[in-house]
């Protein structure tokens, strides 16, 4: 049966108990309606005999007073006289509203009145007498004789009330008795049609049932099987898997991950992730936050951060580099999640050594201009001190020695910029960038001037950002010395340094571009300029300059990148760098070889 028969099959054996019983109920509760009907008038006619009671014994009351105060000329005998006075009157004026759809009665009540209203002339007039005339035998007959005719009327209404209920009881009985003869009726008659429409819909309903449970079961060989496939894949692919559930809990392990966390499947499986999956960062040694709440949270395929170390189950550490991906249900519900992950110790010490070999570099391009930076002044002070052993005159000497002063300042500023390049601090300062970039012209100064290069600068003043200053001198030095071996003798440079406001990629900090007027960067050639080992340079480059400052600039959470100039005068290559004034990085990278 297919999903659209099945859907309508059950529609239908829901649909026709309702048109069944919608009749049904209706029914019943027409029933139930009369039988309310004829229970709330048994209930009437008992409020109207229990008032015409109420009214009789207020009569006795009265009369009761009445023949007391005659007999004893006592007032104190007129208490139940006078207190049965008013209410007489509500009880006729309640019994009048109840009887109002009986004419018989309704008279009945109108001549009980009116009989009663003669009788309270009579009992009135009475009042007035003297004692001996209270006392008088014809005045009590002629009372009793009035009294004695409203307890007949009473009587008489209170016996047609109770033919009355009885008409009505017996009505009542003969309703609920009808009430349930259908109702058994409507049920051997409801229960005879669904007996008879599901017979044949349960039976076609049942065979599709077996035989889904057939295709099911085909179905759960065939996954079984493809199971099995995706598991020897998973076991035989080179890096480590990891599953969990939602809770956390690991699930599957392959040899791989096995062999890295030092847990086997049969010892992990049920428990915490972070018991088998254990990791710190490598510098603060604090543990790294859960990747599974971390996918929980996102919803998305989530990295480590760098620097982190698996904690091996025997003591061993290894450098990875992972991701974790949610498992999602057909229904988009997230229902666990994956890791998988590398050893990439080998791969960072070799990483390191290569970022430790391009600093080398750098210091041994500097080193010459660093040379020839300090040979100047320190030769002018040698002159200035052969000088001063021959002058006798006190204030050339002391215009010798200022000069002296001014030279060897100028070689101890170059000596500090030139440590400054490898001595880094723990965690990131705040940097003037205009002062950085001016140490490092300063370096680079005798071979500007070697070469001819028209250096133009536009750096703004008071623009800092958080960092490691060596880092950064190691990025600008090197993107500087490109510019300037692509410029090539009498070209120009030409450095600008702004404010960058926030922008919804990344927030306020500084932008950097370096222009040349060198020939530019092939366009093929610009999309491999931050892979190691690239070069544009032939044998004299190494290929890991711009490799090495691309990950100094991430690291601070910043960006560069590489166009080809707009400038007809420096229509070579332009660099442009993006430093966040708050840096992302939390510690210092590797130290300087």
Known sequence: MRPLEFNRTLRQLVALPMVLLVPMAGFIVWQIAAATRAQEELDHSDQITAQLQRLQNL???????????QLTGDPVMLAPWQGAAGPIQIQFANLGGRLAGDAAQLASLNELEGGYNQWLGFARAVLNQDAV????????????????GLRASTVAMLQHEANLRAEQYRHARWLERRELVSLFVSAVVVGLLLAMFTRHHVHAISVSYLRRIAEITDRSAQLSESQQWFQTTLESIGDAVIACNLRGTVTFMNAVSEKLTG????????????????IVNEETREIVENPVEKVRRLRQVVGLANHTVLMARGGREYMIDDSAAPIMSGAGKTIGVVLVFR???????????????EKLAVAGRLAASF??????????????????????????????????????????????????????????????????????LLLLDRRLQHQGIGLETRIAGDLSVEGFPAELRQVFTNLIMNAVEAAGAKGKLRITMERAESAEMHGAGAAIE???????????????????????????????????SMGIVQKHGGSISVVSSNDPELPGACIRVFLPARTMAQQAGEPAA
Request: overall charge negative; hydrophobic content about 40%; cysteine-free.
């Open 59 to 69: 009569f006795i009351d009265q009369e009761t007073g009445l023949r007391g105060f």
């Open 133 to 148: 005339a209270l006392k008088a035998a014809g005045m009590n007959q002629r009372g009793k004789a009035m009294m004695d």
């Open 263 to 278: 847990w086997t499947l049969a010892d992990a499986k049920g428990k915490p992730l972070e018991k088998v999956f254990h």
């Open 343 to 357: 050893d990439v110790t080998e791969e960072r010490r070799i990483q390191n050594a290569l970022v430790a070999s």
């Open 371 to 440: 040379a020839h930076e300090i040979h100047n002044p320190l030769d002018s002070v040698a002159n200035l001190h052969f000088l001063l052993e021959h002058e006798d005159d006190p204030e050339k000497r002391g215009e010798f020695l200022r000069l002296a002063q001014q030279e060897l300042s100028r070689t101890m500023q170059i000596s500090r910029t030139m440590l400054s390049l490898y001595r880094e601090p723990k965690a990131p300062i705040q940097i003037d960038l205009r002062e950085l970039i001016e140490g490092v």
């Open 514 to 548: 370096i222009a040349d007027s060198g020939p530019g960067i092939p366009p093929e050639a610009v999309k491999r300029l931050f892979q190691p080992f690239f070069t544009t340079k032939g044998a004299d480059g190494t290929g890991l300059g711009l490799w090495v």
